[in-house]
């Protein structure tokens, strides 16, 4: 059973340009959330997908978005790159409503560069 | 959400028991407390989840007194490989209409020395 798969792992990026992370959950998971963590700190919470909509949202921009798909992996894109956005964008995926412990399952991270 | 503190680093030796104490001070009544591991470069793990008392596995055992208002994850006989940074997490794990959401915090950075 493979757990939560991101692509790509690394990229790099000037400012201004566009991103898309993508992400693949757990199997049997519906909900997907995005986390952002720079370097040397915690992760913070950018945005969450359930049923094809952004359920909630942490304090990110507009120029932070996101896609949930039918089969429930899901994109992040962030246009407008700056040099800020340089971080560890990780995926979580977590069981169905109904059945959820709070158990997060993350998958490895895409590490995002700007230059 | 609650807000958690955590010591930012601990230090501690192998073969040793560590104590990681979280203070949560205005939990609420749904919330659960889930303690997360990370190493570099990777994504969090899931280590324990409780609600109160105490709840083992065979990983570590999470520790909470009667008023919730703290939490000490503690980890018997650590190894090198225990490195790593332990973050508490304070939320309902059912979220508001079914959705959940874990804030992190800046978590504690556990050293292991030979």
């Known amino acids: 059973d493979a757990g939560v798969t991101q692509s790509p792992t690394h990229l790099i990026k000037t400012r201004g340009q566009q991103v898309t992370l993508r992400c693949s959950p757990k199997?049997?998971?519906?909900?997907v959330s995005w986390y952002q963590q720079a370097l040397g700190q915690g992760p913070q919470f950018i945005f969450q997908?359930?049923?094809?909509?952004?359920?909630q949202r942490g304090n990110f921009p507009d120029r932070f978005s996101g896609h949930q798909f039918p089969n429930y992996s899901s994109e992040l894109n962030v246009n407008a790159l700056l040099l800020g956005d340089s971080a560890l964008y990780l995926c979580?995926?977590?069981?169905?409503?109904?059945?959820?412990?709070?158990?997060?399952?993350f998958g490895e991270g895409s590490r995002l560069t700007v230059l | 959400l609650a807000k958690t503190t955590q010591p930012i680093s601990m230090d501690s030796y192998e073969g040793q028991e560590v104590n990681i104490t979280c203070s949560h001070n205005?939990?609420?009544?749904?919330?659960?407390i889930t303690w997360y591991q990370q190493f570099p470069s990777q994504g969090p793990r899931f280590i324990i989840q409780?609600?109160?008392t105490k709840v083992t596995n065979e990983v570590a055992s999470l520790f909470i007194p009667a008023d919730r208002k703290s939490s000490t994850l503690s980890l018997p006989r650590v190894s090198l490989s225990d490195t790593a940074v332990y973050y508490c997490?304070?939320?309902?794990?059912?979220?508001?209409?079914?959705?959940?959401?874990?804030?992190f915090g800046a978590g504690t950075r556990l050293a292991v020395h030979p």
């Open positions: 199997s049997g998971h519906d909900t």
């Open positions: 979580a995926s977590s069981l169905p409503t109904g059945v959820r412990t709070g158990e997060l399952f």
């Open positions: 205005n939990i609420a009544t749904n919330d659960y």
């Open positions: 997490l304070v939320g309902d794990p059912r979220g508001g209409g079914g959705y959940n959401k874990l804030i």
């Open positions: 409780g609600y109160k």
């Open positions: 997908y359930y049923e094809e909509e952004e359920r």
